[in-house]
């Protein structure tokens, strides 16, 4: 079956940390860029992109809300991104959902509806005290 396996979410207090985790099942990253997109609190569809990672790792992008704080990675070895989450704010809560695509530029898309070849199932952070 050909699909992406998000995990990783949970509570944390704020300045907290959580790795997200993205296996790809029943293909190979190698030939994907990989990233993540945010859907915020009632937000339905919606989905800001959070950070994008080619298939070779020279092009990296992340969101300026994330800038500093937030380290995407990739071992194709494994077939697994990561998105490590540092110094995590109230505002970063959402369902996260990692994307595998074979543009880079899907990762940077202004688009709330964006498309990717494919989506994980989301997993869940949330940022509170």
């Known amino acids: 079956q050909v699909q992406l396996v998000d995990s990783g979410g949970g509570l944390v207090q704020p300045g907290g940390s959580l790795r997200l985790s993205c296996v790809a099942a029943g293909f190979s990253l190698d030939d994907y860029a990989v990233g993540w997109f945010r859907q915020a609190p009632g937000k339905e569809r919606e989905r800001e992109a959070v950070?994008?990672?080619?298939?070779?790792?020279?092009?990296?992008w992340y969101s300026d809300s994330v800038k500093g704080r937030f380290t995407i990675s990739r071992d194709n070895a494994k077939n697994t991104a990561y998105l490590q989450m540092n110094t995590l704010k109230p505002e970063d809560t959402g369902v996260y959902y990692c994307?595998?695509?074979?543009?880079?530029?899907?990762?940077?898309?202004?688009?709330?509806?964006?498309?990717?070849?494919?989506w994980g199932q989301g997993t869940q952070v949330t940022v509170s005290s």
């Open positions: 950070s994008g990672l080619g298939s070779e790792s020279r092009r990296i």
């Open positions: 994307a595998a695509d074979r543009e880079f530029l899907t990762f940077k898309t202004t688009d709330p509806y964006p498309e990717a070849d494919y």
